[in-house]
């Protein structure tokens, strides 16, 4: 029998009605759209659509779509791109402590290249507070980036404030949204955002491929040059297939997020319910805000407990860790020790995640082995 798959922040499959969108794509419509011949056409008018379905999602304009390789090249292009665009304006930046390697590493490159980093702290439930990020900011401030929800933690960070606070300082925002897009509402209107980053393999489309959303008039460095693609922001065949399932995903995800939402919050407070109603209370504690972080997402710290020992004792489960120990030393995420867990708790930390193929039955069983396996190593 296939392990119990509980990690849907770290990939989705690809959904049915995604596929079946792509077929034609695979199969039929080969030409390259940008040929003026009826195969070419085709093609195109597949990617528009996609380009639309993405844009509708999160209430943008088509023209406001750039399709990507996925969320890494999204969050590079965004932060790299507004970084070289406006490095005569300024070359400060400033960031969170809780964000995706895609968002610190290219930070990292920059700060090597001359551009000055301020990274602002979270809380002990990995909240970000405006207030920090309004101190942060200066007159040579160009870009804030700050993911919309965490993927580890789950915790949904005050992104309109954040971005209200960017406007009124003349610095645009990006907001990386890989967890957020199908989990909760994203509105680029209402987040009041320059620029948002997607990752289809998060929403039940294929690995390979996203999309960044660009408001129109924002300054913006290409990182690669070659044909004039994408309005000339990013070169290259486009991958039509991929970017057909992209759309198809975000339709899906739109058409269904109420009713997903309701079921992601189900599973996840039952498989919560299950394992703090039975270890003690000192034995586990969670991660990140009761409230306000995704549905799907549940991260624990069972204590005294070495969490990849824990789930190699349980291969029943599918899941990720976020701490590892090797020859004794403990290794923690970033986002654990931003948040400060007691080393005691952190080495034990898992990542639970539920998605749309997530039972009961699944999440009750689940639950029953971790507890289970918990207390043998706990009475060690």
Same mark, same amino acid.
């Given at each position: 029998?296939?392990?119990?798959?509980?990690?849907?922040?770290?990939?989705?499959?690809?959904?049915?009605?995604?596929? *079946?969108?792509?077929?034609?794509? /695979?199969?039929?419509?080969?030409?390259?759209?940008?040929?003026?011949?009826?195969?070419?056409?085709?093609?195109?008018?597949?990617?528009?659509?996609?380009?639309? %379905?993405?844009?509708?999602?999160?209430?943008?304009?088509? &023209?406001?779509?750039?399709?990507?390789?996925?969320?890494?090249?999204?969050?590079?292009?965004?932060?790299?791109?507004?970084?070289?665009?406006?490095?005569?304006?300024?070359?400060?930046?400033?960031?969170? @402590?809780?964000?995706?390697?895609?968002?610190?590493?290219?930070?990292?490159?920059?700060?090597?290249?001359?551009?000055? #980093?301020?990274?602002?702290?979270?809380?002990?439930?990995?909240?970000?507070?405006?207030?920090?990020?309004?101190?942060?900011?200066?007159?040579?401030?160009?870009?804030?980036?700050?993911?919309?929800?965490?993927?580890?933690?789950?915790?949904?960070?005050?992104?309109? =404030?954040?971005?209200?606070?960017?406007?009124?300082?003349?610095? /645009?925002?990006?907001?990386?949204?890989?967890?957020?897009?199908?989990?909760?509402?994203?509105?680029?209107?209402?987040?009041?955002?320059?620029?948002?980053?997607?990752?289809?393999?998060?929403?039940?489309?294929?690995?390979?491929?996203?999309?960044?959303?660009?408001?129109?008039?924002?300054?913006?460095?290409?990182?690669?040059?070659?044909?004039?693609? =994408?309005?000339?922001?990013?070169?290259?065949? &486009?991958?039509?297939?991929?970017? #057909?399932?992209?759309?198809?995903?975000?339709?899906?995800?739109?058409?269904?997020?109420?009713?997903?939402?309701?079921?992601?919050?189900?599973?996840?407070?039952?498989? &919560?319910? @299950?394992?703090?109603?039975?270890?003690?209370?000192?034995?586990?504690?969670?991660?990140?805000?009761? &409230?306000?972080?995704?549905?799907?997402?549940?991260?624990?710290?069972?204590?005294?407990?070495?969490?990849?020992?824990?789930?190699?004792?349980?291969? =029943?489960? *599918? *899941?990720?860790?976020?701490?590892?120990?090797?020859?004794?030393?403990?290794?923690?995420?970033?986002?654990?020790?931003? /948040? %400060?867990?007691?080393?005691?708790?952190?080495?034990?930390? #898992?990542?639970?995640?539920?998605?749309?193929?997530?039972?009961?039955?699944?999440?009750?069983? *689940?639950?029953?082995? /971790?507890?289970? %396996?918990?207390?043998?190593?706990?009475?060690?």
């Amino acid at each position: 029998m296939k392990p119990i798959y509980l990690d849907y922040n770290a990939t989705t499959p690809i959904a049915p009605e995604v596929l *079946a969108a792509m077929e034609p794509a /695979l199969r039929e419509h080969f030409g390259n759209p940008s040929s003026e011949h009826a195969y070419g056409i085709a093609a195109r008018q597949l990617i528009e659509q996609a380009r639309m %379905q993405v844009a509708v999602i999160i209430g943008a304009s088509p &023209e406001e779509i750039v399709f990507t390789g996925g969320g890494t090249e999204a969050n590079n292009h965004a932060i790299r791109g507004v970084a070289l665009a406006l490095r005569n304006k300024g070359r400060h930046l400033v960031t969170t @402590a809780v964000e995706h390697p895609a968002v610190t590493e290219v930070m990292a490159v920059l700060a090597r290249e001359g551009w000055q #980093v301020t990274t602002v702290p979270v809380d002990g439930e990995g909240q970000v507070d405006p207030a920090d990020v309004a101190a942060a900011l200066r007159d040579d401030t160009v870009l804030v980036s700050a993911m919309h929800a965490n993927n580890e933690v789950g915790t949904i960070l005050p992104i309109a =404030e954040i971005a209200r606070i960017c406007r009124e300082r003349g610095v /645009l925002m990006h907001t990386d949204a890989a967890q957020s897009l199908g989990k909760i509402p994203v509105r680029v209107r209402e987040l009041g955002v320059d620029l948002l980053s997607i990752a289809g393999h998060k929403l039940y489309a294929p690995k390979g491929v996203g999309a960044l959303y660009i408001r129109a008039g924002t300054p913006l460095h290409k990182l690669m040059f070659g044909a004039a693609h =994408e309005s000339d922001r990013r070169p290259g065949t &486009e991958n039509t297939p991929y970017l #057909v399932g992209l759309g198809a995903a975000c339709k899906l995800a739109m058409r269904e997020l109420k009713k997903n939402m309701a079921h992601y919050r189900e599973m996840r407070d039952r498989l &919560e319910t @299950a394992i703090f109603s039975a270890l003690p209370p000192d034995a586990v504690r969670r991660n990140g805000p009761a &409230e306000q972080r995704l549905p799907n997402t549940l991260n624990v710290s069972f204590d005294n407990v070495e969490a990849d020992s824990l789930l190699r004792a349980v291969p =029943e489960i *599918a *899941a990720s860790t976020g701490a590892a120990c090797h020859a004794g030393a403990v290794s923690l995420s970033t986002v654990i020790q931003a /948040l %400060q867990v007691p080393m005691h708790y952190a080495k034990g930390t #898992v990542r639970l995640t539920v998605g749309r193929g997530t039972t009961a039955e699944q999440v009750d069983r *689940a639950a029953e082995l /971790l507890v289970a %396996q918990v207390r043998k190593m706990q009475r060690k």
